[in-house]
């Protein structure tokens, strides 16, 4: 099969179609024909490199797919071949505390597809029975792989870290990013409010409708000061934030007090300032957060299948376009997820 592979790192010319062997799968694994894969921003790290961690190289990219059964390994016999499915991307060992106190996100053993195994950006992909799921009815291929890293991502940094309560006030950073979009579904369905940031009218419009109520171009404002006149100088309880560098510092100081910041990613910059008085004074709480359960997809999906959340697709491109794909999603021309067919 012809698969993209990253064997060494640099920019988008790293992303090469090499001829792999066609997968097997072993006892409990399941082999599945890849009919759609979402790029994310861990697949840019992933290709680029990050300085003090060492990605297994040559690897398959791809953290996220959909497609249809090809193949049973032995002792797999709650699917058949030919059912759609999707891939849940965190992987765990499934037996130490953490595994089976429903934290697999914890485990140390923890890895994500296309980070620290071969991912779904080829035709075909080897995954453990506990990481197929079935394909929500009313969502096609494209859709399905939209779903389950930036989904999982934003609904335990809200809902498990943040603990969004009803009626509080959201700042979301990044409106057009695939976890920001996410972030504003999940945090209207906690009938929060929603203040959205971005740098275009046309992604802001998108995020209205979503359902941000209120929204702030960045290039033009300063949403630290519009979120004072938004407000009323009371702050807002929670910010959604992945941006990192001087958003981060700006993003604290917007918060209320014993407001809450959640953070998943620094793609501005990894290195912040810190004023520590505001933090005790304010009783404010900084919170990390990376991936989520399981077991919290599975209440995503329940939602997805009533249609309460729904993917945002921006385009669907050709396996072989890869690089174009990281191109738009690094020079931010996209609103949601770009998805890739083999």
Same mark, same amino acid.
């Given at each position: 099969?012809?698969?993209v592979?990253?064997?060494?790192h640099?920019?988008p010319?790293q992303l090469?179609?090499?001829?792999?062997?066609?997968p097997?799968?072993?006892?409990g694994?399941?082999?599945?024909?890849v009919?759609a894969?979402?790029?994310?921003?861990?697949?840019?790290?992933?290709r680029k490199?990050v300085?003090?961690?060492?990605?297994?190289?040559?690897?398959?990219?791809?953290?996220?797919?959909?497609?249809v059964?090809?193949g049973?390994?032995?002792?797999?016999?709650?699917?058949?071949?030919?059912?759609?499915?999707l891939?849940?991307?965190?992987l765990?060992?499934?037996?130490c505390v953490?595994?089976?106190?429903g934290?697999?996100h914890?485990?140390?053993?923890?890895?994500?597809?296309?980070?620290t @195994?071969d991912g =779904? !950006?080829?035709?075909?992909v080897?995954a453990?029975? *506990?990481?197929v /799921?079935?394909?929500?009815?009313?969502? +096609?291929?494209?859709?399905?792989?939209a779903?389950?890293?930036?989904?999982?991502?934003?609904?335990?940094m809200?809902?498990?870290r943040a603990e969004?309560?009803?009626?509080?006030?959201?700042?979301?950073?990044?409106a057009g990013?695939?976890v920001s979009?996410?972030?504003?579904?999940?945090?209207k369905?906690?009938?929060?409010r929603?203040i959205?940031?971005?740098?275009?009218?046309?992604?802001l419009?998108?995020?209205?409708?979503?359902?941000a109520?209120?929204?702030i171009?960045?290039?033009?404002?300063d949403?630290?000061?519009?979120?004072?006149?938004?407000?009323?100088?009371?702050?807002?309880?929670?910010v959604?934030?992945?941006?990192?560098?001087?958003?981060?510092?700006?993003?604290?100081?917007?918060?209320?007090r014993?407001g @809450?910041?959640? =953070? !998943?990613?620094?793609?501005?910059?990894?290195?912040? *300032?810190?004023? /520590?008085?505001p933090?005790?004074?304010? +009783?404010?709480?900084?919170?990390?957060?990376?991936m989520g359960?399981r077991a919290?997809l599975h209440q995503i999906?329940?939602?997805?299948a009533a249609?309460?959340?729904?993917?945002v697709?921006?385009?669907v491109?050709?396996?072989?376009d890869?690089?174009?794909?990281?191109?738009?999603i690094?020079?931010?021309?996209v609103?949601?997820?770009?998805?890739?067919?083999?």
């Amino acid at each position: 099969m012809q698969a993209v592979v990253v064997e060494e790192h640099g920019g988008p010319e790293q992303l090469k179609l090499r001829d792999r062997p066609e997968p097997e799968p072993g006892p409990g694994e399941v082999l599945v024909r890849v009919e759609a894969c979402a790029i994310n921003h861990l697949d840019i790290w992933v290709r680029k490199g990050v300085p003090g961690h060492k990605f297994p190289l040559p690897i398959i990219p791809g953290c996220d797919g959909s497609g249809v059964v090809a193949g049973l390994g032995a002792g797999v016999t709650s699917l058949a071949e030919g059912d759609r499915v999707l891939l849940a991307p965190g992987l765990s060992c499934d037996a130490c505390v953490m595994c089976r106190s429903g934290k697999d996100h914890l485990c140390r053993r923890y890895g994500i597809f296309g980070e620290t @195994r071969d991912g =779904t !950006c080829a035709p075909f992909v080897i995954a453990p029975i *506990r990481n197929v /799921l079935p394909l929500p009815r009313n969502l +096609s291929f494209e859709e399905s792989a939209a779903i389950p890293l930036v989904f999982l991502t934003a609904w335990h940094m809200l809902v498990e870290r943040a603990e969004l309560r009803e009626g509080e006030t959201v700042l979301i950073q990044a409106a057009g990013s695939g976890v920001s979009s996410a972030a504003i579904q999940i945090a209207k369905l906690w009938n929060a409010r929603v203040i959205a940031t971005s740098s275009t009218e046309e992604k802001l419009q998108r995020a209205r409708e979503l359902g941000a109520d209120a929204t702030i171009d960045y290039s033009k404002q300063d949403f630290q000061e519009e979120i004072k006149k938004i407000t009323g100088k009371a702050g807002v309880h929670v910010v959604f934030e992945h941006v990192g560098g001087e958003t981060f510092e700006k993003s604290l100081r917007c918060l209320g007090r014993a407001g @809450r910041l959640v =953070t !998943c990613g620094a793609t501005a910059g990894a290195t912040v *300032r810190l004023d /520590l008085r505001p933090l005790f004074f304010k +009783s404010l709480s900084v919170l990390g957060s990376t991936m989520g359960s399981r077991a919290e997809l599975h209440q995503i999906l329940r939602h997805v299948a009533a249609g309460r959340l729904k993917p945002v697709v921006d385009r669907v491109l050709p396996m072989k376009d890869i690089a174009e794909a990281h191109s738009l999603i690094e020079n931010r021309k996209v609103f949601g997820k770009v998805v890739v067919r083999p």
